[in-house]
């Protein structure tokens, strides 16, 4: 994994650096595929003569190396440092920046894991914790001017009403007051969006959604450009220990690689599936959440700041309630009622009483009769007819 050869990269397109970036053939056997370096530890030269910096892979392992690589150079970015869940990720950058008596604007649709890994542990250490609509510029302006923030935590798309937030006028507002921005960019992925590039200060991902692509991995990375709080995250990354295993760095080097391809299809997937959708009867479907409809709020500003899709997952209210909505999600037979989304094939649920229960009686609650579908790349026909006929068993 030299330098030199990434370096013959630096000027291609996502999709290309996504496939060679970090994948350097392996220079004994000529392995096309960066092998799984499936070793705790690695043999010195004499005491501390070690092979490429390599000792003991909590700290340092190649398979893990290559991935990091791979998504810096996909994000356009310095530095991507990869750990074993994305919460895992949120936790140790917010771990090795804050300290009690720091405070983080947090946006009030945000993935329910981050609001409970805040509010439960980061606000008992002694961080403060304020939610606002982070898509509200005004009320984000008025936040800052009453309160130091070291953070202002983004998510856009939102989960789950896919509410968009501007990066760049939030980095600018968050800037002028001496706070940071970070994006958790999990949703529209590097495929479509790029926060460092609009001003924001780091991106967190959860791997596990459509990074790794495939449901088969939980995993998570740090995404920056500033060498100090790399440096930060890197020695907290090694002294808590929440490292990927070598197998799971595989599996996300091999979704990274089609990640371009399989986002456009699962942004088209979604918008033809948000469209039918939309063109029910109102007694059927309330509402739809999507950012590539126009009825969407943020509509304009996601095609400003989304590049080729806005995404893959699609909200919907039922108009028949909470309970229609739990019987909807058992009655489809191509969508799989489970949690977690990003992954190649459709899944449906009801975030009230599965993904978003922890949020329940707090300004993160979510509508009842809210289900999220996320779209996966199987015919769009064939997942449309298939809501069809279950709204139909209503
Ligand atoms: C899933 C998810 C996370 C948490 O990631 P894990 O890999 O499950 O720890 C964080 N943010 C968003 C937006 C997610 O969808």
Same mark, same amino acid.
């Given at each position: 994994?030299?330098?030199?050869?990434?370096?013959q990269?630096?000027?291609?397109?996502?999709a290309?650096?996504?496939?060679?970036?970090?994948q350097?053939?392996?220079?004994?056997?000529?392995?096309?595929?960066?092998?799984?370096?499936?070793?705790?530890?690695?043999?010195?030269?004499?005491?501390?003569?070690?092979?490429?910096?390599?000792?003991?892979?909590?700290?340092?392992?190649?398979?893990?190396? $290559?991935?990091?690589?791979?998504?810096?150079a996909?994000?356009?970015?310095?530095?991507?440092? $990869?750990?074993?869940?994305?919460?895992?990720?949120?936790?140790?950058?917010?771990?090795?920046? *804050?300290k009690?008596?720091? &405070?983080?604007? %947090?946006?009030?649709?945000?993935?329910?894991?981050?609001?409970?890994?805040?509010?439960?542990?980061?606000?008992?250490?002694?961080v403060?914790?304020?939610?606002?609509?982070i898509?509200?510029?005004?009320?984000?302006?008025?936040? *800052?001017?009453?309160?130091?923030?070291?953070?202002?935590?983004?998510e #856009?798309?939102?989960?789950?009403?896919? &509410?968009?937030?501007?990066?760049?006028?939030?980095?600018?507002?968050?800037?002028?007051?001496?706070?940071?921005?970070?994006?958790?960019?999990?949703?529209?992925?590097?495929a479509l969006?790029?926060?460092?590039?609009?001003?924001?200060?780091?991106?967190?991902? $959860?791997?596990?959604?459509?990074?790794?692509?495939?449901?088969?991995?939980?995993?998570?990375?740090?995404?920056l &450009?500033?060498?100090?709080?790399?440096?930060?995250?890197?020695?907290? !990354?090694?002294?808590?220990?929440?490292?990927?295993?070598?197998?799971?760095?595989?599996?996300?080097?091999?979704?990274?690689?089609? %990640?371009?391809?399989?986002?456009?299809?699962?942004?088209? &997937?979604?918008?033809?599936?948000?469209?039918?959708?939309? $063109?029910?009867?109102?007694?059927?479907?309330?509402?739809?959440?999507?950012?590539? %409809?126009?009825?969407?709020?943020?509509?304009?500003i996601?095609?400003?700041?989304?590049?080729?899709?806005?995404?893959?997952?699609?909200?919907? !209210?039922?108009?028949?309630?909470?309970?229609?909505?739990?019987?909807?999600?058992?009655? #489809?037979?191509?969508?799989?009622?489970?949690?977690?989304?990003?992954?190649?094939?459709?899944?449906i649920?009801?975030p009230?009483?599965?993904?978003?229960?922890?949020?329940?009686?707090t #300004?993160?609650?979510?509508?009842?009769?809210?289900?999220?579908?996320?779209?996966?790349?199987?015919?769009?026909?064939? %997942?449309?007819?298939?809501?069809d006929?279950a709204?139909? !068993?209503?």
């Open positions: 994994m030299t330098a030199a050869y990434n370096a990269f630096a000027e291609t397109a996502l290309t650096r996504a496939i060679h970036a970090g350097e053939p392996d220079p004994t056997t000529g392995a096309v595929v960066t092998p799984i370096y499936a070793t705790s530890t690695f043999k010195q030269d004499g005491v501390l003569g070690l092979r490429g910096g390599h000792d003991y892979s909590r700290s340092i392992n190649p398979t893990r190396t $290559s991935f990091d690589e791979q998504l810096a996909v994000e356009g970015a310095k530095y991507a440092l $990869s750990f074993s869940s994305g919460l895992a990720a949120i936790d140790v950058l917010l771990r090795s920046t *804050l009690p008596g720091d &405070n983080i604007l %947090l946006g009030n649709d945000v993935y329910g894991g981050t609001y409970r890994l805040l509010a439960k542990v980061f606000v008992p250490w002694g403060g914790l304020d939610v606002v609509d898509t509200d510029p005004q009320a984000v302006e008025a936040a *800052l001017a009453a309160k130091p923030y070291r953070y202002i935590w983004v #856009t798309p939102s989960n789950p009403l896919l &509410n968009i937030t501007d990066i760049a006028l939030t980095a600018e507002l968050a800037h002028k007051h001496g706070a940071k921005v970070v994006v958790d960019n999990t949703f529209a992925s590097p969006q790029h926060p460092l590039d609009d001003g924001a200060d780091a991106v967190v991902y $959860s791997t596990t959604k459509y990074i790794g692509g495939h449901s088969d991995v939980v995993g998570g990375a740090v995404v &450009n500033d060498p100090d709080v790399r440096d930060q995250v890197a020695f907290l !990354q090694n002294a808590a220990g929440a490292v990927p295993s070598p197998f799971d760095s595989w599996l996300d080097i091999r979704g990274l690689k089609t %990640l371009d391809l399989r986002v456009k299809r699962h942004s088209a &997937n979604a918008l033809k599936v948000a469209q039918w959708l939309e $063109s029910q009867p109102s007694d059927v479907i309330e509402r739809v959440w999507y950012p590539g %409809l126009e009825s969407h709020p943020g509509h304009e996601a095609a400003r700041q989304m590049h080729g899709g806005f995404g893959g997952i699609v909200s919907v !209210q039922l108009a028949a309630g909470a309970e229609a909505a739990k019987r909807l999600v058992d009655h #489809t037979t191509i969508f799989t009622l489970a949690e977690s989304l990003g992954g190649v094939e459709s899944l649920e009801v009230a009483a599965m993904t978003h229960a922890s949020v329940s009686g #300004t993160l609650q979510v509508p009842d009769n809210l289900i999220r579908i996320s779209v996966g790349i199987e015919d769009a026909d064939d %997942l449309i007819a298939d809501l006929q709204l139909a !068993q209503l």
